[in-house]
């Protein structure tokens, strides 16, 4: 059974005295209202308010996921919103500009939503405030723990972004382009990148600090530390039971999009102008596959544009494919960011309706287009072989060859088989036959193709000679032409000043 993508949608925490545009109705519901009181309501599969908690977000959106991913499902959890919206701070947890910040500095902010860039100095978090990442590292090397002896696992942790349209290693900076393939049975693959294997939750975090560290961050109007790339952490999770020497593999995936930004909001210029116009144009290639996904998943036959961005190409699997997928919202309830935050629940609602199939759907799937597939070839030789034979074998075949009773004889049964064989020599050797005419019909077909190509080389030489003789021709006219004027000229001349000269002479 097909089953949708969970959507769920975050509202980070305003001042007090800020105006407010939404009205909370349950944990699933509210409605916004903007300057000309005109209202949308909007129902996700959970709605976190300002007072929610990181852990309220975890363990509703991503615990269910990582415990597939231990299972061997693939999962894909991914932030969406307006820049400064809480996405990396839901993410990851509270930092500025790759530089740790100090307890006492962290205090004296009037929102934990101030501080939503990059350069986590994850280990130095406290608890309540820890983001998805830590959860995560923290749940997958619980259930490692708890599983037992007989069960040995292997995680592997990858870390890129996509920045200007070109996917980087963060964890080897020298990686700047990293190809994106497509494999069977495996989805997606980003060729060349770096895997690091992690035994604790410790390595973890400070592999994942040190590619923070890397990330592309501006500073604009709305957020003094922008993310100016799309980030993207991979953990793939291998599984051996010892005793069976079976191993499995699942793979989570985290997507912190970078924000969409309006220019005259963010005062953007120059370069992070350049930044702000390739992570619009991201988005609205990611709002296109959506649109078409949800189309054609109501009847209508479209084109899904995964191939127009690096980012829907990477998320093929997420959205389209068998992968559990959640995706985050994240919006102010200010009413000067009604706008944008209008723009993401609709995003929201929109993603809401995609169908994304299960593992065991998909591999159903698969091995019937393989059965299909198998099928038309068996179909296929069963009908040349009918042309092949005429129709007096075909009357051998059912009153001697084939359609023997189970009470025959032992010398029928003989008979019988010397007739199949000789059918089945007699078949191959037509086959043979028509195979070395078809040979022989090949390689006329090249000889006579060289020949006339010979012949067309033969006429675009003779036609570039002819070419050139003609221009040396109509040169000589020319100048034929020049020396003949000139002459006329010259006599013309002495004729009109011979007379007068003898005059006076």
């Known amino acids: 059974m097909a089953n949708n993508i969970c959507v769920c949608a975050r509202f980070r925490h305003v001042d007090d005295a800020e105006p407010i545009c939404i009205t909370r109705s349950d944990s699933q519901t509210f ?27 975890y363990e509703f959106l991503a615990r269910p996921i990582v415990g597939d991913t231990i299972k061997a499902i693939n999962g894909t959890i991914i932030t969406y919103g ?18 740790t910040i100090f307890q006492k500095q962290l205090f004296q902010m009037k929102s934990i939503f101030d501080i939503l860039v990059q350069g986590v100095n994850i280990l130095e978090t406290d608890d309540c405030k820890k983001g998805l990442l830590p959860r995560v590292v923290d749940e997958l090397f619980e259930a490692i723990k708890l599983s037992g002896e ?22 080897d900076l020298s990686k700047d382009n990293i190809q994106i393939k497509e494999q069977k049975g495996h989805g997606i693959l980003l060729s060349g990148v770096t895997e690091i294997s992690i035994s604790d939750g410790e390595e973890a975090l400070k592999s994942l600090c040190s590619g923070i560290a890397n990330r592309a961050v501006g500073e604009t109007r709305m957020n003094m530390g ?12 291998e599984k051996e039971v010892t005793n069976e020497k079976r191993m499995s593999s699942g793979k989570l995936v985290l997507v912190d999009l970078a924000g969409s930004e309006k220019v005259e909001k963010t005062g953007a210029e120059g370069r992070v102008l350049e930044e702000a116009k390739a992570i619009n144009k991201s988005l609205s290639v990611l709002g296109n596959v959506i649109n078409a996904l949800t189309s054609s998943q109501q009847g ?13 190409r990477i998320l093929q699997d997420a959205l389209g494919g068998s992968s559990q997928t959640a995706l985050l919202c994240c ?10 935050s209008l723009s993401t629940l609709r995003f929201g609602a929109r993603a809401k309706h995609i169908k994304a199939l299960s593992p065991k759907e998909d591999r159903k799937q698969e091995t019937s287009i393989e059965n299909d597939v198998n099928l038309k070839i068996v179909d296929r030789i069963l009908k040349k072989l009918r042309e092949k034979l005429d129709v007096e074998t075909m009357n051998m075949l059912v009153m001697d060859g084939v359609f023997s009773s189970s009470s025959s004889s032992i010398e029928e049964e003989e008979e019988e088989e010397e007739e199949v064989n000789l059918i089945t020599l007699e078949t191959i050797s037509s ?37 050139q ?4 021709k109509l040169i000589r006219q020319r100048k034929v032409y020049l020396f003949l004027g000139l002459t006329f000229g010259v006599l013309a001349s002495t004729c009109f000043f011979l007379p007068i000269l003898l005059r006076f002479s």
Not at 300 to 312: E, F, G
Request: glycine share 2%; proline share 1%; aromatic share 12%.
């Open 31 to 57: 409605t916004l209202k903007d300057d000309k009181d005109e209202q949308y309501m909007f129902s996700f599969d959970k709605v976190f308010y300002e007072d929610s908690q990181q852990a309220d977000v």
């Open 82 to 99: 307006q820049t400064g919206a809480g996405k990396t701070y839901t993410m990851e947890v509270m930092c500025i500009l790759g530089n």
């Open 150 to 171: 007989a069960t040995a696992y292997t995680i592997k942790l990858s870390m890129v972004e996509i920045y200007m349209e070109r996917v980087r290693d963060l964890f």
């Open 226 to 237: 922008s993310s100016r790339s799309h980030c993207i952490y991979i953990f793939t999770v």
């Open 300 to 312: 209508k036959a479209y084109h899904i544009p995964y191939r127009d961005s690096k980012l829907t």
């Open 331 to 340: 919006c102010s309830p200010s009413i000067c960011n009604l706008s944008e």
């Open 431 to 467: 086959w043979k036959e028509a195979t070395e005419k078809l040979v022989k019909t090949i390689i006329e077909i090249r000889s006579e193709k060289k020949i006339v190509k010979d012949e067309y080389e033969v006429m675009m030489e003779e036609y570039r000679v002819m070419k």
């Open 469 to 472: 003789v003609t221009r040396i």
